[in-house]
């Protein structure tokens, strides 16, 4: 966990974080239960976004909700939404805004995004060759967002954008976060060994320097291709830290990652807590944490207050810097289904195969064992407290090349035709509970 | 019968036609039967539980394959070429939903074809695990999304390389067995995310 020291006056105004954030992270803990939720996300009559208004200026905190860019107060007790200053558009993502500069979001569509920037009088669409995410604001007015390859940051002086290249020792980069008009924060992936780079699997803090166009690493998160570490919506505190969520878990394991909130205060990341759930910050400021948690129904993100005195309070749906999920994506729309043209050459077409309209059987497979002795024991054990032991047998892959590797045996059991497999092998397991973490469904 | 030498004759004549017909028969019916030995009698299930409904997007995948990285998400499993690594097999694991269409309708497909050279490294199946830079999880936390042909195949390469783990080029064959083409086992292809193309990645849903 740790990581660079940079000074006594950072690592002392660290630890006062780290204890701040303790206490009210016991004080959650221990008594404040999480707010209850409204049933579902109400559609909400939009305003209009008229130049030079307080939503224009930034006032409050955008979100997003549907196809509305939703303002909410800092203390998050009233909320209005409004049009999108870009117009309709697509899948609308990730929405940053500042006071007096103006606010960012994403308008996602199939193939290329656009960002979206409003300052306080004027719209400016900047149009990605592909996928854009997590626009922010630095405190002069430029906006940075990430297209994963790279970073790309727009000048409001003369409406450039600028490319700033990842790390070599990185793969994509993303949620920027400008530390200081010339500092940029980012979170950066790492390559593991033995995983692909499809899904995340390490995640390191670097920092940018724009006058010396030069990288840094700030944090040394370590995993490896079974235990994977990433860190997701960066946030610059008031106080001038960084706040960020952690989240760890095992590839192969069936239980919820873990969640932490962490603090980098320049140079010095310290966990302050673990999180009780799924939740990504919002923002962060005087009035407290500002988190988004998943709603009850699939796909809707809340708001959730977190108040200094450790209150948490539901502001409603809206997200901020999470990812929408119960709209399809539309860059992952469906393709043509089976049966049309694929374009494989000819000659290397299977020869037609009937349709087969009956079901393939499936088994529970019980293995595997170095010893066709072994896994005749089992064989045994099954017959003698299953209800029809004929359905009980042993194999090994010369017979079932598909089910279980060469120089092994198994047991397996046949699931009765028409039956439900998953309710089969729950049912198997709570008669068996010693095999439970060697049973696997089949076809054999 | 006639003489002596022609009854000689007779016999070295059925002797050699009994031995033509051994061997052609031995060097016909060898092969049939090393191909039929162990996939003897496999077609496949394009019934309703050998190809499920496909969900479509989050609603629809957590109605099908329950939520990430649940306790259901890796309980069907098959063993698979050039897996970890080139010509080095192992097991994948995914949800039973998609158990016949993945272990019966395609792996045995690739077998009973014969094309496990077809394959190579390496071939994912559940992993319960954030997509890259998003807070949405992956397909495969909820087991419902396989990789094959990874390292040839990388995410953001906007082709498929049909090369397998043999060294020939089996062009398309591998994505036709996971998708559409024939015979089509319904398969949502990742190399066609419109911004993000994802050639070793095949879903079981649509819209997530």
Not at chain 1, 174 to 201: C, H, Q, R
């Given at each position: 966990?740790?990581l660079k020291?940079?000074?006594?006056?950072r690592?002392?105004?660290?630890?006062?974080?780290w204890?701040?954030?303790?206490?009210l992270?016991?004080?959650?803990a221990?008594?404040?239960?999480?707010p209850?939720q409204?049933?579902?996300c109400?559609?909400?009559?939009p305003g209009?976004?008229?130049p030079g208004?307080p939503?224009a200026r930034?006032?409050?905190?955008?979100?997003l909700?549907?196809?509305n860019?939703?303002?909410?107060?800092?203390?998050?007790?009233t909320?209005?939404?409004?049009?999108?200053?870009?117009?309709a558009g697509?899948?609308?993502?990730?929405?940053s805004?500042?006071?007096?500069?103006g606010?960012a979001?994403v308008?996602?569509?199939?193939g290329p995004?656009?960002?979206v920037?409003a300052?306080p009088?004027?719209?400016?669409?900047?149009?990605?060759?592909?996928e854009?995410?997590?626009?922010?604001?630095?405190?002069?007015?430029?906006v940075?967002?990430?297209?994963?390859?790279?970073?790309?940051v727009?000048?409001?002086?003369d409406?450039?954008?600028?490319?700033?290249?990842?790390p070599?020792?990185g793969t994509r980069?993303?949620?920027p976060?400008?530390?200081?008009?010339d500092?940029?924060?980012a979170?950066?992936?790492e390559?593991?060994p033995?995983?692909?780079?499809e899904?995340?699997t390490l995640?390191?803090l670097?920092?940018?320097?724009l006058?010396?166009?030069s990288?840094?690493?700030?944090?040394?998160?370590?995993?490896d291709?079974?235990?994977w570490?990433?860190?997701?919506t960066?946030?610059?505190?008031?106080?001038?830290?960084?706040?960020?969520?952690?989240?760890?878990g095992?590839?192969s394991?069936?239980?919820s990652?873990?969640y932490?909130?962490?603090?980098?205060?320049e140079?010095?990341?310290?966990?302050?807590?673990?999180?009780?759930?799924e939740?990504y910050?919002a923002?962060?400021?005087?009035?407290?944490?500002?988190?988004?948690?998943p709603?009850?129904?699939?796909?809707d993100?809340?708001?959730?207050l977190?108040?200094?005195?450790?209150?948490t309070?539901?502001?409603?749906c809206?997200r901020v810097a999470?990812d929408?999920?119960?709209?399809?994506?539309p860059?992952?729309l469906a393709?043509?289904?089976p049966?049309q043209?694929s374009?494989?050459?000819?000659?290397?077409?299977?020869?037609?195969?009937?349709d087969?309209?009956t079901?393939?059987?499936?088994?529970?497979?019980v293995?595997?064992?170095?010893?066709?002795e072994?896994?005749e024991?089992?064989?045994?054990?099954?017959?003698?407290?299953?209800e029809?032991?004929a359905?009980?047998?042993v194999?090994?892959?010369?017979?079932?090349?598909?089910?279980?590797?060469?120089?092994?045996w198994a047991?397996v059991?046949q699931i009765p035709?028409?039956?439900?497999?998953?309710?089969?092998?729950a049912?198997?397991?709570t008669?068996?509970p010693e095999?439970?973490?060697?049973?696997?469904?089949?076809?054999? | 019968?006639g003489?002596?030498?022609d009854?000689?004759?007779?016999?070295g004549?059925l002797?050699?036609?009994?031995?033509t017909?051994a061997?052609?028969?031995?060097?016909?019916a060898?092969?049939?039967a090393?191909?039929?030995?162990h996939?003897?009698?496999?077609?496949?299930?394009?019934s309703?539980?050998g190809i499920?409904?496909?969900?479509?997007?989050l609603?629809?995948?957590i109605a099908t394959?329950?939520?990430?990285?649940?306790?259901?998400?890796n309980d069907?499993r098959?063993?698979?070429p050039?897996?970890?690594?080139?010509?080095?097999?192992?097991?994948?694991y995914?949800?039973p939903?998609?158990?016949?269409?993945?272990?019966y309708?395609i792996?045995?497909?690739i077998?009973?074809a014969h094309?496990n050279?077809?394959?190579?490294?390496?071939?994912?199946?559940?992993n319960?695990?954030?997509?890259?830079?998003?807070?949405?999880?992956?397909t495969?936390a909820?087991?419902?999304a396989i990789?094959t042909?990874?390292?040839?195949?990388p995410?953001?390469?906007?082709?498929?390389n049909g090369?397998?783990a043999n060294g020939?080029?089996?062009?398309?064959?591998?994505?036709?067995?996971?998708?559409?083409?024939?015979?089509?086992h319904?398969?949502?292809?990742?190399?066609?995310?419109?911004?993000?193309?994802?050639?070793?990645?095949?879903?079981?849903v649509?819209g997530?």
């Amino acid at each position: 966990m740790s990581l660079k020291l940079f000074s006594n006056r950072r690592n002392a105004l660290a630890i006062v974080v780290w204890l701040g954030s303790s206490v009210l992270g016991a004080g959650l803990a221990t008594g404040l239960a999480w707010p209850s939720q409204e049933a579902a996300c109400p559609s909400e009559s939009p305003g209009v976004w008229a130049p030079g208004s307080p939503e224009a200026r930034g006032l409050g905190m955008a979100a997003l909700e549907g196809d509305n860019v939703v303002i909410v107060d800092p203390d998050g007790k009233t909320r209005k939404a409004f049009v999108p200053p870009g117009g309709a558009g697509g899948l609308l993502r990730h929405i940053s805004n500042a006071v007096e500069l103006g606010t960012a979001y994403v308008d996602d569509r199939r193939g290329p995004d656009t960002v979206v920037i409003a300052t306080p009088d004027h719209v400016f669409k900047v149009r990605e060759d592909g996928e854009a995410m997590h626009p922010t604001w630095s405190p002069s007015g430029n906006v940075a967002w990430s297209v994963g390859g790279s970073l790309r940051v727009w000048s409001p002086s003369d409406g450039s954008v600028g490319t700033i290249p990842i790390p070599s020792e990185g793969t994509r980069a993303f949620s920027p976060v400008f530390m200081a008009p010339d500092e940029i924060t980012a979170v950066v992936e790492e390559p593991v060994p033995g995983t692909n780079a499809e899904d995340d699997t390490l995640d390191n803090l670097w920092r940018y320097e724009l006058d010396t166009q030069s990288w840094a690493r700030l944090t040394s998160f370590e995993a490896d291709a079974e235990r994977w570490s990433v860190i997701r919506t960066p946030v610059l505190a008031p106080d001038g830290t960084l706040r960020f969520v952690r989240i760890q878990g095992l590839a192969s394991a069936t239980e919820s990652p873990s969640y932490e909130l962490w603090s980098l205060g320049e140079g010095a990341a310290l966990k302050i807590r673990d999180l009780p759930s799924e939740m990504y910050l919002a923002a962060v400021s005087d009035a407290g944490l500002m988190w988004n948690t998943p709603g009850d129904a699939p796909g809707d993100w809340r708001l959730v207050l977190e108040g200094q005195d450790g209150t948490t309070s539901d502001v409603g749906c809206g997200r901020v810097a999470v990812d929408p999920v119960a709209e399809p994506d539309p860059d992952m729309l469906a393709e043509p289904g089976p049966g049309q043209p694929s374009g494989a050459r000819r000659g290397l077409q299977e020869p037609p195969v009937p349709d087969a309209s009956t079901q393939a059987p499936l088994a529970i497979l019980v293995g595997d064992f170095n010893t066709l002795e072994a896994a005749e024991v089992v064989a045994r054990q099954l017959s003698e407290q299953l209800e029809d032991p004929a359905t009980v047998s042993v194999i090994d892959h010369r017979g079932h090349p598909t089910a279980i590797r060469p120089g092994v045996w198994a047991a397996v059991v046949q699931i009765p035709a028409g039956a439900d497999p998953e309710a089969e092998l729950a049912r198997f397991r709570t008669l068996f509970p010693e095999l439970a973490q060697m049973s696997w469904i089949v076809t054999p | 019968m006639g003489s002596p030498s022609d009854r000689t004759r007779w016999l070295g004549w059925l002797l050699a036609t009994a031995l033509t017909v051994a061997v052609v028969s031995g060097l016909v019916a060898y092969p049939l039967a090393a191909r039929a030995s162990h996939m003897y009698g496999w077609v496949h299930d394009h019934s309703s539980a050998g190809i499920p409904p496909r969900p479509q997007g989050l609603s629809g995948l957590i109605a099908t394959f329950g939520q990430h990285c649940n306790d259901r998400a890796n309980d069907a499993r098959s063993y698979w070429p050039s897996q970890s690594a080139r010509n080095v097999s192992g097991y994948i694991y995914y949800h039973p939903y998609i158990g016949r269409n993945v272990g019966y309708n395609i792996r045995s497909h690739i077998e009973a074809a014969h094309k496990n050279g077809a394959v190579d490294y390496g071939v994912y199946g559940y992993n319960c695990r954030l997509i890259s830079g998003s807070t949405k999880y992956s397909t495969h936390a909820f087991g419902a999304a396989i990789d094959t042909n990874s390292y040839r195949n990388p995410m953001g390469q906007s082709y498929w390389n049909g090369i397998g783990a043999n060294g020939i080029n089996y062009y398309r064959y591998i994505p036709d067995v996971w998708r559409g083409g024939y015979p089509g086992h319904n398969f949502y292809w990742g190399l066609n995310f419109s911004t993000r193309p994802d050639p070793m990645h095949f879903q079981y849903v649509t819209g997530y």
